[in-house]
């Protein structure tokens, strides 16, 4: 109980000047800080960096397309299959299990021992050749008007379910641990609510838009979320930065210019576990 409330204490030490608070009485004096603006705090060149990747890890993974399939997954099995009773609504549901299936399995099985920028990366190209698939398949073999399905329609809908186990093994689930790991204990709450709020905006705009994406698009909707996913492959590839098996404090002290390149054990001089005050720290690996 003492270490959890030492560890208490030092956030709130971190976070002396940040935001007026009520703050713990502690034991371990404060660090002498001038009063900042946070929003000054987040854009100063030190968080630039994280503050950035935080609304574009959420950003992406708005841009997936997701999110828009489970808002408008009539819609788009419509597209793949044509209007045949309530066939639609019972291809979305089976959608809502795989999703949550998917996503599950991830947590429990796989998260704790993955390479997070090579899954998102891996992930984002899964779900690119997926959509871009089904809309050459659409295309070439469009759903007919009396409802019958054939052989093509179950293909897209194969893929579509790929897509969104791709997507609960990716971007589904990791940009919340990982947009939670890049900031400094001192404006981690703020730089997390910046990029929620982004995921948000962009949830609304996709939202709006995907109807008449549906309505005047067709086929080239799933294309366009597939060219999305190959630009969301390529910035985390090469715009973000290896957090797992890294402590908090290991990569608080990550060099702000250095944040989106690829971090080895050497960095933090193989470390596995960071001093804060007088509380040992384990590492981390999510």
């Avoid at 808002?71 to 795989?98: C, M, R």
């Avoid at 947590?107 to 090579?118: G, M």
């Avoid at 709006?208 to 969301?232: E, K, Q």
Wanted: charged residues 15%; contains cysteine.
């Amino acid at each position: 109980m003492e270490e959890i409330r030492t560890g208490v204490e030092i956030e709130a030490r971190e976070r002396e000047g940040l935001r007026s608070s009520g703050i713990i009485p502690s034991s371990i004096p404060p660090l002498p800080r001038t009063p900042t603006n946070i929003g000054a705090e987040m854009l100063s060149l030190e968080n630039r960096r994280r503050t950035f990747t935080a609304s574009a890890v959420f950003t992406a993974q708005q841009a997936t397309g997701a999110t828009a399939f489970a808002y408008y997954g009539p819609q788009y099995f419509k597209l793949l299959v044509g209007n045949k009773g309530n066939s639609n609504l019972l291809l979305t549901a089976i959608f809502g299990a795989v999703k949550v299936v998917a996503c599950l399995t991830f947590v429990l099985f796989v998260a704790e021992n993955v390479n997070r920028r090579k899954i998102l990366t891996a992930g984002a190209l899964f779900m690119a050749a997926c959509q871009i698939t089904t809309a050459a398949v659409v295309n070439t073999h469009p759903a007919r008007g009396d409802g019958t399905v054939r052989s093509a329609g179950i293909a897209t809908i194969a893929l579509i379910y790929l897509f969104v186990t791709a997507y609960n093994f990716s971007w589904g689930p990791l940009p919340w641990p990982y947009v939670s790991e890049i900031f400094h204990t001192r404006t981690r709450e703020p730089g997390i609510s910046i990029g929620v709020s982004t995921q948000w905006l962009f949830n609304f705009i996709f939202s709006l838009t995907t109807p008449y994406m549906i309505a005047n698009m067709g086929w080239g909707t799933f294309l366009l979320w597939g060219l999305f996913d190959v630009c969301i492959a390529a910035f985390a590839w090469f715009g973000l930065t290896e957090t797992r098996g890294k402590s908090l404090e290991e990569i608080t002290h990550l060099d702000a210019a250095s944040l989106g390149k690829t971090i080895d054990d050497d960095d933090f001089g193989r470390s596995t576990g960071a001093e804060v005050g007088d509380v040992k720290t384990p590492s981390r690996g999510i």
